[in-house]
């Protein structure tokens, strides 16, 4: 059996609760990943996490739209934002990371390369992409 020792958090009302450093393990991993995410995964807190969470979640809406009729642009104002231009729509939508990779998923290309490839650059690929799709399949 394994024993296991349990201490009480030391708490100061004006800085709230003390973190002992000594005790744990700094793993510069964990660090690194988080520097390496995207703009819009990146949080410093939970609340900043929930509170985006939220947000995207209220915006959000679902619709199924043909493929086809999927209008990909690039601007020259942001050379390095994608938008997406859907039937109806009264404005562009800027994908986020995630939709990004299932956009290129979608239309067969490498989500990883079209992210290094200037926005203009990817915009055509995936606009031929989607405009080609269902001779592809």
């Keep these: 059996m394994t024993q296991m020792e ?3 958090p030391t708490r100061n ?7 002992d450093v000594s005790r744990g393990q700094r793993i510069g991993r964990v660090s690194s990943e988080w520097f390496n995410r995207p703009a ?14 939220k947000a995207r979640s209220e915006r959000s809406k679902t619709r199924i739209v043909e493929s086809e009729l999927i ?4 601007s020259r104002d942001d050379p390095e934002r994608l938008r997406l231009m859907l039937p109806d729509a009264p404005a562009p939508v800027a994908p986020t990371h995630w939709s990004f990779g299932q956009l290129a998923s979608l239309v ?3 989500a990883t390369y079209l992210r290094q490839l200037p926005a203009p650059l990817a915009a055509i690929n995936l606009q031929h992409g989607l405009l ?3 001779a592809l399949s």
């Design 6 to 8: 349990i201490h009480t």
């Design 13 to 19: 009302e004006r800085a709230g609760y003390k973190v």
């Design 40 to 53: 819009d995964e990146r949080y410093l807190s939970l609340t900043d996490l929930r509170n985006s969470v």
């Design 71 to 74: 209008r990909v642009e690039a």
């Design 108 to 110: 067969g290309a490498p």
């Design 132 to 134: 080609n799709r269902r």
